[in-house]
């Protein structure tokens, strides 16, 4: 089964926009994005019908984005919170470290987090980690305001595990987390400082940055625990640059930012095949999943978000 990157991205605002980043005025406009209008009049639809604020779709291949239109009230500028595509964010900025051999997909987390150094956790991955089959419930006990990392490794490696490491897929941000967490530690370095400096400078994205969960997407770029799972802002230009990367097998320009290994890798099934995978809201059957990754058959092939 062939694992396609995807090739179209698409921003939704439901609500009143949230108020854009401070931009810097450019020397000149670039150039306008092209539209198709057959895509462009289908969105359009698409918005009146679900009486949506606005929306923003770009559609890009390793040649270019052969797409762009915006919708509504949503500008491709427009920085908004952008929930779960925050995975694909955290999932890249931890491959980095795994090019860099700093960290090990396949041995315990342990090895980076003392905490976990316990006959429960012992044996748990960070591939696990990021394919959901770690074992661990959706949320840890406890509001985790005012937390920093310190506080949530202790909380997650006191809570009981819902399954045993590979026995089974439950979606959740909860191991995200712990693998982000194991990126702070083995670096000396917070997770903003991380994603700025493999991700967000080497692609150019401005407007990008981590919150916090409570409030989701809250202090972007200053919480004390950024929330990798989903408390991420971006824009719709800033995240095309993000998918651009990865549809060109993680290179930016003459930079190779992600090894074409690791963008393999997070559109490659990481779930073992005797373990069932469901996709919540999603009625498709055979969904499996990769690295932050949903995997579901599209028309023969694959598809991957």
Known sequence: MRISVPLGLLLISAAAPTAAL?????????????????????????????????AALAVVRTDG?????????????????IASASKWLAVATIL??????????????????????RDDKDDLTLRQCLSCTAGFQ????????GWGSGEFAAA???TALRLQPGEGFHYGGVT????AV?????????????FAARIAEPLGLEQTRFGGLYPIAGEPGTHPLPWVAGGAVSSLNDYTKFVRCLVDRGRCGDRQVLSEASVAAMFRDSVPRNV???????????????LGTWIFPIAGESGAV
């Open 65 to 81: 984005t052969i797409h762009q239109s915006e919708h509504g009230r949503l500008a491709g500028a427009q920085v908004l919170p």
């Open 176 to 179: 995200f987390q712990v693998a």
């Open 96 to 117: 980095t470290l795994v090019d860099d051999g700093v960290l090990d997909l396949d041995v315990p987390v342990a090895r980076y987090l003392q905490e976990f150094d």
């Open 156 to 158: 997650a490696a006191d």
């Open 22 to 54: 401070a931009q810097r005025s450019p020397a000149a406009p670039p150039p306008a994005p092209p539209a198709l209008a057959p895509i462009s009049d289908a969105m359009d639809d698409i918005v009146h019908a679900l009486r949506l604020d606005g």
């Open 276 to 290: 069932a995978v469901q996709a919540p809201g999603i009625d498709v059957d055979d969904v499996r999943y990769g």
């Open 182 to 194: 194991a990126a702070e530690r083995v670096t000396g370095k917070s997770w903003h400082e991380l």
């Open 138 to 145: 959706a949320r840890i006990g406890g509001r985790m305001r």
